[in-house]
């Protein structure tokens, strides 16, 4: 576990913003609930070079108290949770953290604004793609899914069409998929898919 350095009070370097010579990379997994990105992200974690953040929206959920919410008021909570979830993995990366993202852009408002909030050039936008039958299969095996979530969410997560890189979760395993991912990453061509879509969907809104 790392630990903070012992520095006295004294120490000008305790006073001393530290410099971030770059920003991070961001590996952004979109996909329907039950898709395996979650399972992709940690995969990823331990093959990729360096340092990396699994970033998951679900643990942001989970940080909220156990309050009753409306059911009028819950899609608002959703939302906000999701507008500071964008926030802070921009800030991550801002930082110079590398992060691996599991995130499902399943209203169009996100993908703005993770537009307009990371950097589109250090952006890797990952499809994970799955056929909606296999979806539904894997919502009725696990038994901790809101069945019927991955068809509400299967017509829009990639209604934007353009990813970097696609990979089927029904043809390969998540070891298979992050391999995909990590060899990916050293070559990418530019312009990225964020560098498209941020020029091509911003003309139209």
Known sequence: MATEA?????????ARIPDTAAGGTVILLNGTSSSGKTSI???LIDILDGTWFHVPVDAFHAMRCNREIPDEDLQAEID??????????????AGGNNLVVDYPLSRRWRLLDLLDL???????LVGVRC????????EIARGDRQLGLAAMQYGE?????????????????????ALRVRDFLPDRPRPTAFETLRRTLRELD
Do not use: I, N, Q, Y
């Not at 012992?6 to 305790?14: E, I, K, Q």
């Not at 990371?118 to 890797?124: F, H, Q, S």
């Not at 056929?131 to 894997?138: D, G, K, T």
């Open 6 to 14: 012992a520095v006295g009070p004294a120490d000008p370097a305790h």
């Open 41 to 43: 992200a940690r995969e």
């Open 80 to 93: 906000r949770t999701a507008k500071g979830f964008h926030r802070a993995v921009a800030g991550m990366a």
């Open 118 to 124: 990371l950097v589109p050039e250090d952006t890797v």
């Open 131 to 138: 056929p909606l039958a296999e979806l539904e299969r894997r």
């Open 157 to 177: 997560v990639h209604s934007h069409e353009l990813h970097d890189l696609d990979v089927d979760t029904s043809l390969r395993s998540p070891r298979e998929c």
